[in-house]
């Protein structure tokens, strides 16, 4: 079992709609949470950043976790073609020197 | 724009030569990181340095090396390169510390043929 899973996709999704990404983990000791979002080709860039668990939201987007779960989730509201990308969970679990642990990503489509 | 500079942004190289990539972190950031992501993954943590020192690492071997400069750049060194080695090599920032955010330059695409 990986200790991130994500569902790679793809999901399509008409414009305007609410996307939910997800991501499951195993490893209970992870407590800050991230969602990143790569364009073709380019680096990962932050949109979310969460410690323990929650929810945060900014602007369009929303970010959950649940620890007890040990899941976490990104919701797009009204969806829009530029959102169309790859989105990556990433979580760690504190104190610096562990990096990131990644899920595969969701490659998600907008449709207009 | 994450002020996460890297290069050379495309490189390709035969099998067995060895390979340097560098990275110009965000000013302010004493902490880089650099992670391999292979086509369909996400990113692999392969080590980071904090103030000159390696303070972590992934499941990477010895080939891997890298450097952390006094002006907090970097470079990462690979060594006797394999086909597998194929992937974008992304350096990331951060201020070291607990809970500090995690930024990310463009990366370097490395094809090994």
């Known amino acids: 079992q990986k200790e991130v899973e994500q569902d790679p996709g793809p999901l399509s999704v008409p414009e305007g709609a609410i996307v939910s990404l997800n991501c499951t983990y195993s490893n209970s000791a992870f407590q800050y949470f991230m969602w990143y979002r790569q364009y073709s080709r380019k680096g990962p860039e932050l949109l979310m950043y969460?410690?323990?668990?929650g929810n945060k939201e900014d602007g369009r987007f929303t970010a959950q976790v649940d620890k007890s779960s040990k899941y976490i989730s990104l919701f797009i509201r009204d969806s829009q073609p530029s959102d169309s990308a790859t989105y990556l969970c990433a979580m760690h679990v504190g104190g610096g020197a562990d990096g990131l642990t990644f899920g595969k990503g969701t490659h998600l489509i907008i449709q207009p | 724009e994450t002020g996460v500079t890297q290069s050379p942004t495309h490189l390709i190289k035969t099998r067995g030569q060895q390979v340097t990539l560098r990275c110009s972190s965000q000013s302010g950031h004493n902490t880089v990181s650099w992670y391999q992501q292979a086509l369909g993954q996400g990113p692999q943590f392969i080590f980071q340095y904090y103030r000159e020192e390696e303070n972590g690492r992934g499941n990477f071997p010895p080939r891997f090396s890298g450097l952390q400069f006094p002006n907090y750049s970097s470079e990462l060194n690979v060594n006797a390169l394999e086909l597998d080695d194929s992937a974008l090599y992304l350096c990331?920032?951060?201020?070291?510390?607990?809970?500090?955010?995690?930024?990310f330059g463009e990366g370097s695409w490395l094809t090994v043929v």
């Open positions: 969460t410690y323990s668990s």
């Open positions: 990331a920032s951060s201020l070291g510390g607990r809970g500090n955010t995690i930024y």
